[in-house]
C-alpha cells in the first residue's frame, strides 16, 4: 500500500464480500423454490427471493467497484485521496441503506413498502432490478455523486492517468445512465425501451470501463508489462466494446413493441459483441506471458486470467447464442437468458472485482502476497466457484432449449407450468451444482483467515 | 516507422467511436419515439390501463413473471395472457390463489378489490394489443 | 524502419497510418459486411419487394457520388504523396479538395434523402427501404466522421506538423477515407443496381 487513504478500500471490499455470500444464499433458496415450488410459501416468496438476490448482487458489485477505485486512484494518481473521511461516511450510509433496504424488501408486503416509501409521489419501484424504494434511490443517487466527487478531485489534483480517465469515465456513466431509472411512463413500450437505457447500458456499455480499468490495473501490477502498452490496449478494447455495445442494445427491442428494424441492428451489432470479450481474453494471456516480473501473488493473476476467459465465455458465446433475432424470437424469456446471465454476471463482473480484492487485500493487510497455503487455498475456491458456475449455466441451457422444444415448438406445445415439470431434473442439477458453488465460497472466505505459512512482505 | 500505434490514437478512435455511436443510437430513439405511437396504440391507454400497471408494480409480478419476455422465468409469461386465457379467468385466477397445493409453485394473496382487478385485466388487455412483430411464437407464451 | 528518402511507390510492409485506426476500420467493415450479408440475407426471402422498391432509387445520383467518393480518394493519395515530399501547404489543399468532394457527396445525397422522406419513406416502410435507409444514412454518418478527421488533419498539416519523416497522422486519415469510399462502392451496386 503506497498511499495511507487507500485503506478506505478495506470495509468496502469486507462489505462486498460479505453481501455477495447473502446473495449466493437467496440463489440457493430460490434455486429450491424452483424444484419444491412451495419451499418458505408465503413467508418468502419466489419474487422477494429474486429482488433480494439480484439487488445484492448489484450492490455488492457497485461496493466492489467503489472499494477499487478507492484503492487504484490514490496509486494511478500519485495522490493521497481528496477524502477519505467522506469515503468512510458514504460507507456507512450506503451500507445502512442498501441493509434497511433488504430488510424492507423480508418483512413489509412490497405494496405496502411501495406506500410507505414514497412511490405514489414518483413510481419507480415493481420493475425487474430497479425494485429499490425511491428512497433508497435517491440514496443510491447521493452516494454516487458523493464517490464521484471525491474520486474526481482526487483525479484533478493529481496524475492523470489512461486507466484513472477510463474508471472516471465509467463510474459517471454508470451514475448518468442509473438517471432512467427514475424515468417510469405509463405506457410499458416507454418504460422498457428506456429502462434499457439503465440496465443494457450499464451492463453491456459503462461497466465494461470499469472492467477494463480494473483489469488494466491489476494487470499492471502483477506481470510489470509497460504501462503505455497496457493503456493503448485498454482504449482499442472499450472503443470495440462501446461500436457494437450501443447499438447492441437493440437485441433487446426485438419483441417489446419497437420497430422491426431493430431486428437487424440489434442482430447485426449484438454479433459483434463478442470482439472485444475475445480480445480482452487474448490481451490478458499476452500480458502474463510477456510479463518483466514474477508477483508472488499468483492467485491474483489467475483471477485477472479467468475475468477474461469466463467473460468470453459468458457475455460473448452465451451472448451470441441466443442473439440473433430468429434465435431470440424462440429462446426470448426462457431459461437460456437466464444462464447467460448467471455466467457473464460472474464471468465480467464478479471475478474482476475479486481479482481486484486478490490483489488490493494482502496489500491492505500489510504484505505483499498471501502465504503459500492461502493462496493455494484460495486458487481452489477459484476453481470450485467457475466450474460450479459452467455447469449451472450447462444445466440452465439444456433447461432453456428443453423448454422452447416443449413450450414454443411443435404442433401440440405444452403450457408453461407442464413444460416445467418435464424439465425438473435440470433444475434439481443445477440447485445441487449451487451449494458447489457455495462451498468455494466458504472456502474463498476462509482463504483470508488461513494461518499456515508465510505470508510475503518483501516488494 | 515499420509499425506505428499510439496511445493517442487508440484514444481518439474511442472516444470517437462511442461518440459515433452513441449518435446513431439516439437517432435510431429519435425515428423510434415518430414510430411507436402506430404499434404501441397508445391512444387507448385508459386510466384503468394506468392504475393496473401501477398495480403490476407494486406487486412485484415481474418478480415471477415475464412481461413481453422480460422478467423473471418462474411463472408464466403474461403479455398473451388476455388472449390465452381472458379476463374473467384472469379476475378469478388472482382472487383464488394461493393453491396451497403442496410442492407446487406458490403466488401470493394479493387482496385486491373487484375494481383493482378490473384495472389488471385492463392493462393486460392494453399490452396484449402491443405490436411486439408476432412475439410470442405460440399462445403459451 | 525509419526512412527518410522513401517515394510514393514503396511498398508497405505493415498496413499505413496508424495500427489503431486499422481496429477501427476492421471493426466498420465487419459491421458493414454484416450488414450487406443480412441484405442478401433478406432480399434471397422477398426477391419481388426488393426489385420492385429498387426501381424507385435514383441511379443517377448514385453513380455520380461513386465518381466523386472514388476523386475524393484519388485527392487523399495526392495529399499522402506530397507531404511524403514535405510539401505541407500542398498536402493541406489536396486534403481540402478531398474535404469539398464529400461536401458535394452530403449534398446530393441530401437532395437524395429530402426526395424519398418527402414521400413519406421511412425506416418502417417496407425491408428494402429499411436496408436502403440504414445503410446509406449509416455511410452518410461515416462521410461526416471522415470530413471531420480529414479536417482536424488539414489543420495539423497546415500548421507544419507533419513532415517526410512523420507523416502517419496523413496516411491514418486517408485510411480512413479509402474505407468510406471503398464502402460506397459496394453498397452502391448492392443496393441501387444488381436486381
Known sequence: MQFQSQAVAKPYFIAAIGLFVGQILFGLIMGYQYVVGDFLF???????????????????????????????????????????????????IFLVAGALTIVGYLMVPYATLASMTGNDILPTMGREFLEQPLITKVGIV?????????????????????????????????AVFFLFSFYNPSNLVLDKYFWWWTVHLWVEGVWELILGAMLAFVLIKVTGVDREVIEKWLYIII???????????????????????????GSVFSALEPIPFFMMTVFAFNMVNRRRREHPNKAATLWALGTGVMAFL???????????????????????????????????????????????????????????????????????????????????????????????????????????????????????????????????IWSFFCKKGEAQTAA | MSETFTKAMARNIFYGGAVFFFLLFLGLTFDTMQTLPKRDHRENITDSVVRGKHIWETRDCIGCHTLLGEGAYFAPELGNVYTRRGGPFIKAWIAAQPTGAPGRRQMPQ???????????????KWTSEVNTNKWPPNIEG | ???????????????????????????????????????????????????????????????????????????????????????????????????????????????????????????????????????????????????????AIMLKARNGSYSPANHTGVETGASYWHMVDLLWIILFPLVYVIR
Open chain 1, 42 to 92: 408465503p413467508a418468502i416468496p419466489f419474487n422477494v427471493a429474486r429482488m433480494v438476490h439480484t439487488n445484492l448482487l448489484i450492490v455488492w458489485l457497485l461496493f466492489g467497484f467503489m472499494g477499487a477505485a478507492y484503492y487504484m486512484i490514490p496509486e494511478e494518481t500519485e495522490t493521497e485521496l481528496f477524502s477519505p473521511k467522506l469515503a468512510l461516511l458514504m460507507f456507512w
Open chain 1, 142 to 174: 447521493i452516494v454516487a455523486l458523493a464517490f464521484l466527487f471525491n474520486i474526481s478531485m482526487t483525479v484533478l489534483k493529481g496524475r492523470k492517468t489512461s486507466i484513472s480517465l477510463v474508471m472516471l469515465l465509467g463510474l459517471w456513466g454508470l
Open chain 1, 239 to 265: 472503443a470495440m466494446t462501446l461500436i457494437t455495445g450501443i447499438i447492441g442494445t437493440g437485441h433487446h427491442y426485438f419483441w417489446i413493441g419497437t420497430p422491426e428494424y431493430w431486428q437487424w441492428f
Open chain 1, 314 to 444: 459468458g457475455a460473448g458465446v452465451w451472448g451470441f447464442l441466443h442473439t440473433l433475432a430468429p434465435v431470440n424470437f424462440f429462446t426470448h424469456g426462457t431459461q437460456v437468458t437466464a444462464a447467460h446471465g448467471h455466467m457473464a454476471f460472474y464471468g465480467a463482473y464478479v471475478m474482476v472485482n475479486l481479482a481486484m480484492i486478490s490483489y488490493a487485500m494482502p496489500m491492505l493487510r500489510g504484505r505483499t502476497a498471501n502465504s503459500g497455503p492461502a493462496q493455494t487455498m484460495e486458487m481452489w475456491s477459484f476453481w470450485l466457484m467457475t466450474v460450479s458456475i459452467v455447469f449451472i449455466t450447462l444445466f440452465l441451457t439444456a433447461a432453456g432449449i428443453l423448454q422452447v422444444w416443449l413450450q414454443r415448438m411443435g404442433s401440440t406445445p405444452l403450457g408453461f407450468m407442464a413444460a416445467q415439470d418435464q424439465i425438473m431434473i435440470f433444475y434439481w442439477l443445477r440447485e445441487i451444482t449451487g451449494f458447489v458453488f457455495l462451498l468455494g465460497l466458504v472456502l474463498y
Open chain 2, 110 to 124: 394479493f387482496n385486491l378489490t373487484d375494481q383493482e382487478l378490473d384495472d389488471m385485466v385492463a392493462f393486460l
Open chain 3, 1 to 151: 524502419m525509419i526512412n527518410n528518402t522513401r517515394t510514393s511507390h514503396e511498398i508497405h510492409a505493415t498496413p499505413p497510418g496508424d495500427l489503431a485506426i486499422w481496429f477501427f476500420i476492421f471493426a466498420e467493415l465487419l459491421a458493414f459486411g454484416v450488414f450487406f450479408v443480412a441484405y442478401a440475407f433478406a432480399r434471397a426471402h422477398n426477391v419481388e419487394l426488393f426489385n420492385e422498391s429498387q426501381q424507385h432509387l435514383n441511379r443517377l445520383s448514385g453513380a455520380i457520388n461513386t465518381l466523386v467518393l472514388i476523386t475524393s480518394s484519388y485527392f487523399m493519395v495526392r495529399a499522402v504523396a506530397a507531404i511524403k515530399q514535405g510539401y505541407s501547404i500542398l498536402c493541406a489543399r489536396w486534403i481540402a479538395s478531398a474535404i469539398g468532394l464529400g461536401f458535394v457527396f452530403l449534398a446530393i445525397k441530401m437532395a437524395e434523402f429530402h426526395e424519398k422522406f418527402s414521400a413519406g419513406i421511412s425506416l418502417s416502410t417496407n425491408t428494402f427501404y429499411m436496408f436502403y435507409l440504414s445503410l446509406t444514412l449509416f455511410h452518410f454518418m461515416h462521410v461526416i466522421l471522415g470530413m471531420v478527421i480529414l479536417a
